[in-house]
């Protein structure tokens, strides 16, 4: 199966634009000693604060937690650098992160998603594999035919629709939800209940493979950031502005300057935990309130010993539950070592989250042995993200909820008068949800100050 981003995506992609990371100061002297805070260091804060650095502007970035990368966040407690976070370079041709690999020297292993092994635990024998294909044409030809606003209309809705047709009548629930759930639900880190149809053709994709960096994401992350000034454990709870500039108040004090971009995640906006004055608008408070946040969390377990085919990329499981342990990526040919990750999204990942580690790691080990059978040696350690329980993201990434039209990206996206700037994958309105995307929106953003100040 293929289960590239934007699967459904067709046509012509536009041309990558922005300030390169190499870019030096700029030739206009106007910008020079202009200061600008940049709130959160993740992927799409650093993408500004390099730009802005390079251009000739005083940066200072403020972090919440005590590392940098947000979202990038690499563990290595397993003897293996292992992504918690964002994993693959969703298609490696044009796109900025591959160039941003080359530049630090960091290895890319292609990933390959034909190369896989489905567990039927259904009886069935695996038919639905077969039929994924099927699937994914019945969904394109939905939305080409359907008269009805796709923003009005659940995922959910539109695969009830779509097992009426004669070439999926004879799946059954659990094979349904197992191709829904891999194909959607993994892909938008949302129920497919909750998702809406247009979140399917929102945005572009690059081409090329997927790819993983096996020495960890937050190789990109520390290579962006050399030479910033970035202050960690500075929680922001205020950013006040003005057509004179701003003041970005932290538990540490006060920083004024002339320009802000606020790079946090969606989730820490929805959660209010930084006050705007005066309040945003009401079209960049409703585009926070009405985008959402999905959860896709992982739980790698490493054991003493393969029992399974290491040549294998991609396990799946097909259960009367769909959704539940239902994706397994193998990082033996990664790592070189026996580590398994599952991947859960939603409500099922909320509530693994509520569990403690031994909790996630037991459950996780059981649902191995439906698959590979019940005398598999135990796994020796564990680690997993809890996206939704971390208050510096409340989430994974965004996606479109039913009823939601994509333009509350750009009203997301939109400056407060033209002192504040907002960056991050739920901004972007070409490649939302993605590594790529968050960048990307850096840099726009970066660009908005430099024109703002010129």
């Keep these: 199966m293929v289960t590239s981003r934007r699967l459904f995506l067709t046509g012509i992609l536009a041309a990558l634009t922005g300030l390169p990371l190499s870019a030096r100061k700029s030739s206009s002297q106007s910008v020079a000693g202009q200061r600008v805070v940049v709130v959160g260091a993740g992927i799409a804060g650093l993408a500004a604060a390099r730009t802005l650095a390079d251009a000739g502007f005083s940066v200072t970035m403020l972090e919440a937690g005590n590392r940098i990368g947000g979202r990038l966040h690499t563990d290595r407690s397993l003897g293996a650098p292992l992504d918690l976070g964002a994993s693959w370079i969703h298609g490696t041709r044009s796109n900025p992160i591959t160039a941003l690999a ?17 567990f039927d635990l259904t009886g069935n024998g695996g038919r639905a594999v077969e039929r994924f ?7 394109e030809d939905f939305l080409d035919d359907t008269e009805t606003s796709l923003t009005r209309i659940s995922a959910a809705n539109a695969i009830e629709k779509i097992r009426r047709q004669r070439a999926l009548s004879s799946l059954t629930d659990a094979e349904l939800g197992f191709m829904a759930h891999i194909l959607l639900e993994q892909e ?29 994401y937050d190789k990109i992350a520390l290579g962006v950031a050399e030479g910033l000034t970035i202050q960690t454990e500075t929680v922001v709870n205020q950013i006040d502005h003005s057509q004179r500039g701003v003041s970005v108040r932290t538990e540490n004090g006060v920083l004024e300057a002339d320009f802000a971009i606020c790079a946090v995640s969606l989730g820490v906006l929805k959660a209010g935990d930084i006050v705007f004055s005066p309040g945003l608008p009401d079209n960049k408070r409703n585009a926070v309130s009405s985008l959402r946040m999905g959860v896709l969390d992982k739980i ?13 990329h991609n396990f799946g499981r097909i259960s009367g539950k769909p959704g539940t342990f239902a994706y397994w990526p193998n990082l033996s040919p990664v790592t070189g070592k026996p580590i398994l990750c599952a991947l859960n999204v939603g409500e099922f990942a909320q509530n693994l989250e509520k569990l ?8 996780a080990f059981e649902a191995l042995q439906t698959m590979f059978g019940r005398d598999i040696p135990p796994p020796d350690a ?18 479109l909820p039913v009823g939601v039209e994509p333009r509350a990206r750009k009203a997301l996206a939109a400056d407060l008068n033209g002192r504040v700037f907002f960056a991050g994958e739920a901004t972007a309105q070409d490649y939302p949800a993605t590594v790529h995307g968050a960048w990307l929106s850096g840099q726009r953003a970066a660009r908005d100050v430099i024109a703002s100040a010129r």
């Design 102 to 118: 080359q530049r630090f020297s960091q290895p890319m292993f292609e990933w390959d998603y034909d190369n896989e092994e489905v």
């Design 133 to 139: 294909e099927t699937f994914a044409n019945a969904l």
């Design 188 to 216: 938008f880190a949302a129920p497919v209940s909750n998702l809406s149809l247009a979140a399917v053709e929102e945005g572009g994709a690059f081409k090329g493979p997927d790819a993983v960096l096996p020495r960890g």
């Design 300 to 312: 790698y377990l490493s054991f003493p010993e393969a029992f399974w085919d290491e040549t294998v």
């Design 356 to 363: 403690g580690e031994e909790n996630r790691r037991q459950a």
């Design 382 to 399: 564990s680690i997993s993200s809890a996206w939704q329980q971390n208050e510096r993201t409340r989430g994974s990434y965004s996606f």
